[in-house]
Structure formats: structure tokens, C-alpha cells
């Protein structure tokens, strides 16, 4: 029988919960806001039609695809000072992730759109809008009800890939649960407590989904 | 309704020499057509004849390898390699597409619909354009629907409410795209209905379609095309009655008797 040390699990909670709400959310909350804008413009990119543009587009996301989050995050925090650009923790992450999110979310964001069926786009163009009008009045919000299900799950991703940024000093939910971990020698107790925080969170974050898909689903088409 | 142009003589639309394909493979050949202000022009044929193309190319959603479309006001569009996307452009605004399948826009209610056109594009005020779009709704029998989604109406309701965003443009000339072939039978009369009530207020309109005894009952002109190329065109009862061409002889007898 394993002897659980319960004053060290209520001792470590609110450090943990702390490192998680001034660390893990708030990172994980810019880089997927600012993974959102740049996938959005790689899929412009990459529906535009111009050759140049598309691909660009499919070369960022071919090589955010095909290397490590890690790689990625060390390259920015560890790499780039050797050409003299330092840049510290905390924007470091938010670089790395959401140039990150923003190569997976483009993939996504740009099967919307070409989900939406193309009389949609000549309904648009029948009442005299433009294909720019078009796209932002009528078929982005189509696209944007199909994308909620699999950028939720970039997002939740996103979450617990966060815990990352403890590698580069980045003081959140997992670095926190190191430190922890390493001054009480309860290794099993802290990371499973750490776990734990991670799944609540997640779970929350699946019920606001849920939500907003239920929402959003009197806007399509039955 | 809102629109009070007399019917006046002269052509609305001239087209001339319209080709189009799409690959080696050749949809139009050689296209002359004319619409006169007021007339309704029927298109018909055996399908994969190129006649929705045609309808295609006057709302400028598809481009013609060559030939010119001049509407009268306007400029005449020469379509090549060297066309203008403004140009071509232009040829939209003059006409409103009603299409087989509606594309009604699904996240928008019914009335946002109708005015998402004239709100977002010909600029108008809010309550102007729901003032107008109230009145078309009305017109159609579908008041009370103007904050349904579409998905809550018939295949006829959505039908009518997509010839009301069609009006609503205020369009020179109106487009039909086959709009009852994919209308459960007993929600034709409806549609059908409505698009007469538009030919007898004198709205111009070119209709594709597979319904001749209603062409011969609303069209003026009627235009057979086979293949790609127009076969055979002339007054409605005379096409339709008494065709000279061997293919249209054919085509008409086989749809007047199926069995």
C-alpha cells in the first residue's frame, strides 16, 4: 500500500494551480490567439491562387509539421542567440508556439472554407459581392462552425504542450511541479498532482467546446 | 413591386459569338442570343447542351473564351485572354441568378438573406433594405418566415425566398437556373407561379428549363440548344409547336411524351 502524503498534496496544490493560471493558461491563451491570425493568413495564402503566395505558405507548414515542437522552441530560445538575437522566456514561448499552432490551425482553417460548397461562393458573387466580401461575410462563418471541433483540439493540445516552455525557464504549471518535485524527493505524488491539474483544466476546456458548438450549429445547413 | 421600368422595345442583353471550354472540351460554340427589355427568354435542351453555361457566363460566373455580352446602358464586353476581372465583373451587377439548388446562405436568417446584398453592396440603409425586402417577402407569401433559417423551410419556400434575394438586387435582368428541378413535384405550382407573376409584372428574364408546357406559357422567345450550339430559337409557340430542326423535333416529342 502506497502512503499517500496528503499535506504535501494540499501543500503543493496552490503552487501548482498558481504556475498553471499565471503560466499555462495565459501562454497557452497568446499563442493560440496569435497562432490563429497567422494560420489564417497561411490559409489565404494558400487558397489565393497565387503560386508564389501558396507556396510559401505549404513550405511553413510542410517545416512546422515536419520538426518538433522542442526542436522548434530551442532553436528560438537556445539557437538564435548564437546570431545575436536573444530574446527571453516568455516571448520565446509565445513565438515558438504559436508559430507552431499557426502551421497546424492553417491546415485546418483552409479545409474549412473549401468544405463550404462552392454555390455559396456564387450566391455571393450573384448578389454582386466581391470574393473578399464573399469569404469574410458568408464563408468564413460557415468555415468557422466546421473548424470548431479540430482547433479545439489544436487548443487542448496547445495546453499540455505548454509544459514544454519549462525546458526554457518558463515558469508554469510543469516547472513548478519540478521544483516541487526536486525539493521533496516525492516525485510519483507531485507529477501525478500536476497530471491531475492538467486533465481539469482540459476538461474544462471540452465543456466550453461543447458549448460553443452547440451554438454555433444553427448556422449550418441541416 | 418595386420595379417600374416599362416594358420597352429594343434589346436589353446582346450576346454574340460566345465560346467557351472547359479542356479540349468544347460547352459553347458560337452563341448568339437576344433579349429583348421586358421578354422572357427560355433555354432548353437535352442536358449537358450547354444552356446552364450559358446562364453562367451573363452573371459572369463563368468567363467565355471569346464573344461579347453588352447589356444596354452599358458597355459592351469583349471576352479573351485580355479581359479585365472589372469587366467581366461589371456583367454582374446587371443580373441576380436564381439557382437549381437556391444557395441560400445557411447561418443567415431569412431577411438577412434578402438584404445581405443591398446592405453590404448597393450601400443601403438597414431599415430601407427591410422595408423593400419585407414588401418582396410578402409578395411571395413568406412574411411570417423572415426570421427562419432556411434549413426551417420547403424546398418551394426556399426556392421563392432565393428569387426574393434575386429581386432584391434590383437586377435589369433575372436569371433562372432550372430553379423547380429540385422541387418535390407538389411544390413546383408554387415556384412557378411566382417566376409567371414576374414575366406578367414585366421583369426581363432568361430561364433555363425543363418545364416546356411552362415556357410555352410564359416565354417569348425560346432557344434550343443542343451540344453547344443554339439549334434552333424563335417565338415561343412556334419552337415549341412546330420545331423545323430535326433535334428539337426529337428533344420537344420526348419530353412531351416520356412513356
Partial sequence: MIDIDWTL???????????????????????????????????????????????????YISAIRGTP?????????????????????????????SMNVGGYAAEIIRASILSVPKGQWEAGYTIGMSRNLTLRRLILPQAARVSVPPLSNTFISLVKDTSLASTILVTELFREAQQIAAFSQEFMLVYVEAAVIYWVFCLVLSMIQDRLERRLDRYVAH | MSHTEAPSSGPLLKVSGLNKS?????????????????QVLALIGPSGSGKTTVLRCLNGLEQPDAGTVAFSGGPAVTFGAKTSK?????????????FQGYNLFPHKTVLQNVIEGPVQVQKRSKADATQRAERLLERVGLA??????????SGGQQQRVGIVRALAQEPSLLLFDEPTSALDPELVGDVLSVIKELAEEGWTMVLVTHELA??????????????????????????????????????????????
Avoid: C
Fill in chain 2, 144 to 153: 411570417e418566415k423572415r426570421d427562419n433559417y432556411p434549413h426551417e423551410l
Fill in chain 1, 69 to 97: 515542437l522542442l526542436v522548434q522552441l530551442f532553436v528560438i530560445f537556445y539557437g538564435l542567440p548564437s546570431i545575436g538575437l536573444t530574446i527571453d522566456p516568455w516571448p520565446s514561448a509565445i513565438i515558438a508556439f
Fill in chain 2, 22 to 38: 472547359f479542356g479540349d472540351n468544347e460547352v459553347l460554340s458560337s452563341i448568339d442570343l437576344q433579349v429583348d427589355s421586358g
Fill in chain 2, 86 to 98: 472589372r469587366e467581366k465583373e461589371s456583367l454582374r451587377t446587371r443580373s441576380a441568378m436564381v
Fill in chain 1, 9 to 59: 498534496v494540499a501543500e503543493s496544490f496552490w503552487p501548482l494551480f498558481r504556475g498553471g493560471l499565471t503560466g499555462t493558461i495565459p501562454l497557452t491563451l497568446a499563442s493560440f490567439t496569435l497562432g490563429l491570425a497567422l494560420a489564417l493568413v497561411l490559409a489565404m495564402m494558400r487558397i489565393s491562387g497565387n503560386r508564389l503566395f501558396s507556396g510559401i505558405a505549404r513550405f
Fill in chain 2, 214 to 259: 411552362f415556357a410555352r406559357e410564359v416565354a417569348d422567345t425560346v432557344v434550343f440548344m443542343d451540344d453547344g450550339v443554339v439549334v434552333e430559337q424563335g417565338p415561343a409557340e412556334d419552337v415549341l409547336r412546330a420545331p423545323t430542326q430535326e433535334r428539337t423535333q426529337r428533344f420537344v416529342h420526348r419530353l412531351l411524351n416520356p412513356f
